[in-house]
C-alpha cells in the first residue's frame, strides 16, 4: 500500500457514508436526467412482424454469461450502498434478482472497506444465493492506496462472481471531495486484471465508452466492458445538487449534456469488441429499450435509477417494475418474430430518419 497523500481515506468521520445518503436522495428528489442529450435508441425502431409464428409464451429470454444462466439479459445495475437506506434498497433489489433470474451489480464498495461496520449494507447473498452478483470499485482509488488487496476484499464481501470497476472521471470533477488524479489509471487496472480470480468488467457511470478507450480495454484483458453512456442519469447534475459551492454548482449544471449517447457507444463498443461481452446501460428505461439495445450489441442491459424508486418502497413494488421490463422485451421479440435473444440480436431494425435498413 502506497504511503503520504496516496494512502487509503478512512471514513471514519462518516464522509462516505454521508455522500451515499445524499446521492440516493438526490437521486429519488431531484430531476438529474441529463439535460441536451439523449440515448439515441430513439433513432432506431424495428421492423414489425405481423405473422410471428411463435407462441409468446414460449419466447426463450435466458441467456449464459460467467457461469450462470440468466432468465433474461438484465442487470440491476450498480447503485448503493453502505448506508442502512442502501442497505435494505439493495436487499430488495436481490429479492428480486433471485426470483427472476437476474442479475445484479452493488454499489462502490469503498465505504464498505474503509469502514467495517458498513460492509453488511452490501452483502445480499443470504437472499439471493443464485444469481449472477458483481462487486464494485472505483478505478481512480487504484491512485489512492487501493489494489489487489482491496479488489480481493470487495468481492470476499459479497461472495462476488464478477467485479466492476467503474470509471467516473466528471463526478469526481466536480464532486466536492472528489479524486482527482487519473495518471496511470490504465497500467494499474491491467495489473490488476492479471491477479484476480474474478471477471473484470470496466464501465462508465453516464458518459459512455469511446471505441479508442474499448481497445485500450480489452488489451489488457478485460472480460467485459459496460458503456453506460449518456441519456439517463447525469451524475455531474447529481453533484451539482449537492454542491454548496455555487461556483462549482454552475461548472456541474453545464455537464448536463456531456458524454457519448448510449445507443452509439454500444454500436462503436461492439465493433471493437469481437467475443467480449458489451453491457448495455444509461437511460434504458423500457423493455424496449433493452431490446433495441440486444440488437445493436448488448450481451446484458443495465438498469438503475428507474429500479431505485420502486426499491425504496417496497420488494413487492420493485419486482413488478422488473416484470414489466421482461414482458416488454418478450413482447418486442415476438412482434420481431424473434423467438430467443440470440434470434433479436439479429431482428430487422431501420433507422427512424429515413428507414434505412440496420445492416449490423
Not at 496511470?184 to 464501465?203: A, F, M, T, Y
Request: proline share 3%; aromatic share 4%; hydrophobic share 40%.
Amino acid at each position: 500500500m502506497t504511503q503520504g497523500k496516496d494512502k487509503i481515506s478512512k471514513s471514519s468521520d462518516g464522509v462516505t457514508e454521508v455522500r451515499k445518503r445524499e446521492h440516493i436522495e438526490t437521486i429519488l428528489k431531484s430531476d438529474v436526467v441529463a439535460k441536451g442529450v439523449t440515448t439515441g435508441f430513439e433513432q432506431f425502431t424495428f421492423e414489425h412482424c405481423g405473422m410471428p409464428e411463435l407462441d409468446l409464451d414460449r419466447v426463450d429470454l435466458s441467456i449464459p454469461l460467467f457461469g450462470k444462466t440468466l432468465q433474461a439479459p438484465i442487470l440491476i445495475s450498480s447503485m448503493t450502498g453502505g448506508v442502512s437506506q442502501g442497505g435494505i434498497i439493495n436487499r430488495r433489489l436481490a429479492e428480486c434478482a433471485q426470483a427472476l433470474g437476474l442479475a445484479m451489480g452493488l454499489g462502490s464498495q469503498r465505504a464498505g472497506i474503509e469502514q467495517c461496520s458498513l460492509a453488511k449494507t452490501y452483502k445480499v447473498r443470504d437472499v439471493a444465493p443464485d444469481i449472477l452478483l458483481f462487486a464494485n470499485l472505483g478505478a481512480v482509488q487504484l491512485n489512492y492506496g487501493y489494489g489487489i488487496d482491496e479488489a480481493r476484499r470487495a468481492v470476499d464481501m459479497i461472495e462476488a462472481n464478477a467485479l466492476f470497476i467503474h470509471l467516473n472521471p466528471l463526478q469526481e470533477a466536480v464532486q466536492p471531495e472528489g479524486d482527482r488524479n487519473w495518471s496511470g489509471i490504465l497500467k494499474k487496472l491491467e495489473n490488476l486484471i492479471s491477479q484476480i480470480d474474478v471477471p473484470v468488467v470496466v464501465k462508465e457511470i453516464g458518459g459512455g465508452l469511446s471505441a479508442d478507450l474499448v481497445r485500450n480495454l480489452l488489451a489488457i484483458g478485460v472480460s467485459a466492458v459496460d458503456v453506460a453512456g449518456a441519456g439517463g442519469t447525469s451524475w455531474s447534475e447529481v453533484e451539482a445538487e449537492r454542491q454548496t459551492d455555487n461556483l462549482i454548482k454552475k461548472v456541474a449544471h453545464s455537464f448536463a449534456g456531456w458524454g457519448i449517447p448510449t445507443a452509439y457507444s454500444l454500436i462503436e463498443a461492439r465493433r471493437e469488441a469481437g467475443n467480449i461481452p458489451v453491457f448495455a446501460s444509461g437511460g434504458l428505461r423500457t423493455g424496449i429499450d433493452i431490446a433495441k439495445a440486444i440488437r445493436l450489441g448488448a450481451s446484458l442491459c443495465g438498469v438503475a435509477a428507474p429500479a431505485l424508486g420502486p426499491a425504496d418502497d417496497k420488494t413487492e413494488t420493485a419486482m413488478n417494475h422488473l416484470k414489466s421490463l421482461i414482458e416488454e422485451l418478450r413482447i418486442a421479440a415476438f412482434c420481431t418474430g424473434s423467438g430467443s435473444i440470440k434470434a433479436l440480436s439479429k431482428a430487422p431494425m431501420r433507422r427512424v430518419n429515413d428507414w434505412s435498413v440496420v445492416d449490423f
